[in-house]
């Protein structure tokens, strides 16, 4: 693959790219308070969360992230703690289960009295064994959830106060998304994998997705990076490209020989020489020696010296 996409692929990230505008249009909404909150929905590892969390951050918007269990009186309590600010509630299908904090969702994101400044206030009560709690939220919202809205009337309300989007993603734009982040390159310092082995391991992702009848997902694109890495480390006995395999398929899917783990370290063992005798070199003659004598790449070179510096501390970090 070259270093520019192909005008196919180009058609569908700027497709791709229209939709994640919307995302962050109406993110943007709940940051400047126009809205009092939205809600994203859409297959899993196409880029919502990730979104979201890039146009805040852009903005400079201060939020509360919420991504695991989430009990409405919990719901409750972070928005009385934090009444200003917008939460961001990932995987979203627990609350939107829960017809008590979708009680709480509808009073956070619609108002029904006017404050002395002539300002709606969305007051949000909670009452339990006598007791009564009340906030007034001044926030927002922002629910991302990988499964479509139920049809429940509790949480169609909640989609009448603010709005809903339902992101449609398909193979093809996501396979360019992918081609395009491969050719930045994946990894840390000199560490890292170039643009044109990230460029191989998408192609493969997509191909091998395809074969097994797998939506193409994000994440998966990036557990295959650090498959690859971890396979050029000799740090895995199979190949990178049957450890994707098996994750795609769920079970082991080897094609490729079975190193053993003491083969491995053999292997390993004449590259961690040759990094520490170039270790003292420039980087030009560095590179040109470990050639010579391993025929590896350079980001292997800085893989084994940095490897090199955890097990004998010479004191080189990639």
Request: contains cysteine.
């Amino acid at each position: 693959m070259g270093s520019v996409l192909s005008g196919c692929d180009s058609e569908h990230l700027a497709q791709l790219q229209k939709k994640f505008q919307l995302v962050r249009d109406r993110v943007a909404d709940v940051a400047k308070g126009y809205h009092a909150g939205c809600i994203v929905t859409g297959r899993g590892g196409t880029g919502k969360s990730w979104t979201a969390t890039d146009e805040l951050g852009r903005l400079g918007t201060p939020f509360v992230l919420h991504n695991s269990h989430l009990t409405p009186r919990a719901l409750f309590d972070q928005l009385a703690d934090h009444p200003t600010k917008v939460h961001l509630i990932e995987d979203a299908e627990e609350v939107t289960r829960n017809p008590i904090a979708l009680g709480v969702l509808r009073s956070a994101t619609w108002g029904s009295c006017e404050n002395r400044e002539g300002r709606v206030e969305r007051l949000v009560t909670w009452r339990a064994h006598g007791a009564t709690n009340e906030v007034v939220f001044e926030g927002g919202l922002v629910l991302i959830s990988n499964r479509a809205l139920g049809a429940l009337p509790e949480v169609r309300a909640l989609a009448t106060r603010i709005p809903c989007i339902e992101l449609t993603v398909f193979d093809d734009e996501i396979a360019a998304l992918m081609r395009t982040v491969a050719l930045k390159g994946y990894g840390d310092g000199n560490t890292r994998l170039n643009p044109k082995e990230c460029a191989e391991v998408a192609e493969f992702v997509i191909s091998a997705s395809a074969h097994h009848r797998c939506p193409l997902d994000m994440r998966l694109l990036i557990n295959a990076f650090a498959d690859r890495r971890q396979a050029e480390d000799r740090d895995s006995g199979l190949s990178w490209q049957d450890l994707v395999s098996s994750t795609l398929r769920g079970g082991p899917s080897v094609l490729g020989a079975v190193e053993a783990v003491g083969l491995r370290e053999q292997q390993k063992a004449p590259e961690l020489e040759v990094a520490r005798d170039v270790l003292g070199l420039n980087r030009a003659d560095r590179l040109r020696v470990w050639q010579e004598r391993t025929g590896k790449s350079e980001p292997t070179l800085y893989r084994r010296l940095a490897e090199l510096g955890r097990l004998d501390s010479t004191g080189f970090h990639a």
